[in-house]
Structures are given as structure tokens and as C-alpha cells.
């Protein structure tokens, strides 16, 4: 899709680092964990750190 903005990518991180466990393979899911795990306003800033958690377990799973 593109280069994914710094905020993205440091928010996405840190909440993967805190909350590793909630995280799951599917998009769907940690979006949902998201919402009880933080705090974001933006719907669209949300579902971007969603698939930015995501895309990063699926690629661990696969090397």
C-alpha cells in the first residue's frame, strides 16, 4: 500500500510491545483489541495501526 506514516509505525510498536498477547493474525480482531486497549480518536488512524500490528505478526509468522 505505500510507506506507512512514523506515527503509525511508532504507535503500532509500542502498542505491540505492551500488548503482544490481545495481537492476533486477523485484521478484524485487532481492531476490535485496539478499541480496549487504546485510546484514538480517528477511525481511519485505528484501522491503519490495526493492519500496521497485523501485517508485522503475519510477517514474524512466516520467516
Do not use: C, W
Amino acid at each position: 500500500m505505500g510507506i506507512k506514516p512514523s506515527y503509525i509505525k511508532t504507535l503500532g510498536l509500542e502498542l505491540l510491545a505492551k500488548n503482544r498477547e490481545k495481537f492476533t493474525s486477523n485484521y478484524d480482531e485487532d481492531k476490535q483489541a485496539l478499541t480496549g486497549i487504546a485510546i484514538i480518536e480517528s477511525k481511519r488512524v485505528r484501522n491503519r495501526v490495526a493492519g500496521f500490528i497485523t501485517r508485522k505478526i503475519n510477517t514474524k509468522r512466516h520467516q
